[in-house]
């Protein structure tokens, strides 16, 4: 790849060996679709990386898209991944079909022999707008794949409408009746209801958007201030449980200076705070970390046949919390968060019990 790039090393980084110290199954994700875009080339951890292309592929030319496959999977093994990531493509359009593309990506990874052999997990992405296609070539993916790590866009679990969730679940849903393993891609925000309803995975940044918009890999982005730190900072976003939301700093802070407020909000008896001083946002990323793993483990803890009730009874727990913030907020005069992000969540929850009963 030529002496200027960062060559992956013989050794998986520190912070990998701790995890799987602890023994967590890795997956090392080589941002494979960004190498489509021209733009990709000015971010530097994906310019320099051992894998990167001299540059943008085309998606018709099946020479540089098997470079890309191979050299990705080869650098996934040096990290020791515990799965492979078949880089997979965007759509540019809703309407556009990929499956030409993706069968040659899996003409590649069944003649590929450079490597272990370890499970493939299949990148797989698609338009919002243009789901029929997604389902299209899910119907395609073979059955040597082991999983599919479904990235739909434009997506913002968080704040999606009900109708939008109910949409998303039925591609995941889809996906695992083929009999793959399912990760949805940027859906951590949802990732209790899911996790009910059958998804094995869902991942998510650690309260830095909760969102995934494909169009945004066509120009450069500069990492933000707040994102330099794994733990936290003052100046970074936060995940609350109590609520089931991220909140800017800004915003915490805000919260904070209203003991009402505050009183719902404090009180952390994670790792991430127990026992420890300081500010709250001082480890926010980390606290963000430990209460999605919570959440997700709370759920996995029940019987199959009582999950969607306790994810339903918890979000209903959570706009009771947040009514109560907003009533302290409003007596101080401050402004108030808005509850629609946690009823649109409530409502694709009750319609899908509704749906699974009438069954």
């Not at 996995?300 to 209903?316: C, F, G, I, K, N």
């Amino acid at each position: 790849m030529g002496d200027h790039r960062r060559v992956v090393g013989r050794r998986p980084p520190r912070t990998l060996n701790t995890l799987r110290g602890h023994g967590t199954k890795l997956l090392v994700d080589t941002h494979g679709w960004r190498y489509r875009y021209a733009a990709t080339a000015e971010v530097a951890k994906l310019s320099t990386a051992s894998w990167a292309p001299q540059s943008a592929v085309s998606l018709a030319d099946k020479t540089s898209g098997r470079l890309l496959v191979e050299s990705s999977i080869r650098a996934q093994a040096v990290l020791g991944a515990d799965a492979y990531i078949v880089p997979g493509w965007m759509p540019d359009e809703p309407s556009e079909d990929l499956r030409r593309s993706y069968s040659a990506i899996f003409e590649t990874i069944s003649a590929f022999d450079g490597v272990d052999a370890r499970p493939f997990v299949m990148f797989i992405g698609g338009h919002t707008k243009g789901l029929d296609r997604v389902i299209e070539l899910l119907d395609e993916v073979p059955h040597f794949v082991s999983a599919v790590y479904l990235q739909l866009s434009p997506i913002a679990p968080s704040k999606d409408s009900p109708s939008k969730l109910e949409a998303l679940m039925a591609v995941y849903r889809h996906a695992s009746a083929r009999g793959f393993k399912v990760i949805a891609g940027h859906a951590g925000a949802i990732t209790p209801a899911l996790r009910a309803m059958g998804v094995d995975a869902a991942d998510a940044g650690l309260a830095t958007g909760e969102a995934f918009d494909r169009s945004g890999a066509r120009s450069s982005r500069k990492k933000a201030d707040d994102e330099q730190s794994s733990a936290g900072g003052r100046r970074s976003r936060m995940y609350f449980s109590q609520i089931d939301r991220s909140l800017d700093a800004k915003v915490v802070e805000t919260l904070m200076s209203v003991p009402g407020a505050a009183a719902e909000l404090r009180g952390c008896r994670l790792p991430c705070h127990r026992f420890r001083g300081g500010h709250l946002l001082d480890h926010a990323r980390e606290h963000s970390l430990w209460s999605r793993v919570e959440e997700a483990q709370l759920v996995d803890s029940l019987p199959r046949s009582m999950r969607m009730t306790q994810v339903y009874e918890r979000l209903r727990s959570q706009r009771s919390v947040l009514a109560t913030i907003n009533g302290a907020l409003d007596a101080a005069n401050q402004e108030t968060l808005d509850p629609k992000p946690l009823e649109n969540r409530l409502t694709w929850v009750s319609r899908t019990i509704a749906m699974a009963s009438a069954a």
